[in-house]
């Protein structure tokens, strides 16, 4: 059964998971009732950071325009350009064996695609969630519903995998930015 996280909530990953080695995070979301004439984009996107919170290099990001990481660590299984149906919208593979030493934190993320054009932003986007997922079996191991607490942010941190002594924590972070995927970047030390 899986483990059903609130704001700011930390919890073990690997130590009560020995083996583990392959998740998959799923991310999904729906829209509110809304009719702006434009549709909603929403994009994951993972960020692979050292211990000061930032990228070692642009490689580190990960997104819909560089799928996979140069460790093979992180694979983002596509872009899902409107989040319709039930489930996860965008998917993440995580080998936490081929994770990089210098690797300490891996955050997930997710933008609202021309945000300020379409005038969009997380008020008007409910039923959020990220989720751990064993990859050798289907079992969810951990769900972060987010709520519907954001109004004008463009740009939301959702959790990050963190290492601490060894083993893999997960944090539940639900942290909103505005300023979209570009603020992010910069946030991460990525040349945007």
Same mark, same amino acid.
């Given at each position: ?164 002594? +060894? ?12 300023? +979209? ?12």
């Amino acid at each position: 059964m899986a483990i059903s996280l609130k704001k700011g909530q930390k919890v073990d990953l690997t130590k009560t998971n020995p083996g583990l080695k392959e998740v998959l995070i799923g991310l999904g979301w729906d829209v509110n009732k809304y009719d702006g004439g434009k549709d909603f984009d929403l994009d994951a996107s993972v960020f692979l950071l050292n211990g000061a919170g930032k990228v070692n290099s642009d490689d580190d990001f990960v997104f819909y325009g560089n799928l996979k990481h140069v460790s093979g660590s992180v694979e983002h299984l596509g872009d899902n350009l409107t989040g319709a149906g039930e489930g996860d919208d965008e998917e993440i593979k995580i080998d936490l064996s081929k994770v990089p030493e210098n690797v300490e934190k891996i955050d997930f993320t997710v933008t609202i695609y021309e945000a300020e054009e379409r005038k969009q932003n997380f008020g008007q986007v409910e039923n959020a969630f990220i989720r751990v997922v064993n990859s050798a079996t289907g079992e969810e191991l951990i769900r972060y519903d987010l709520g519907e607490d954001f109004s004008i942010e463009t740009a939301v941190v959702i959790g990050e995998l963190y290492r601490n002594k +060894g083993e893999w924590k997960f944090n539940a972070i639900g942290s909103g930015f505005s300023g +979209g995927l570009a603020s992010l970047g910069k946030n991460y030390g990525v040349n945007v």
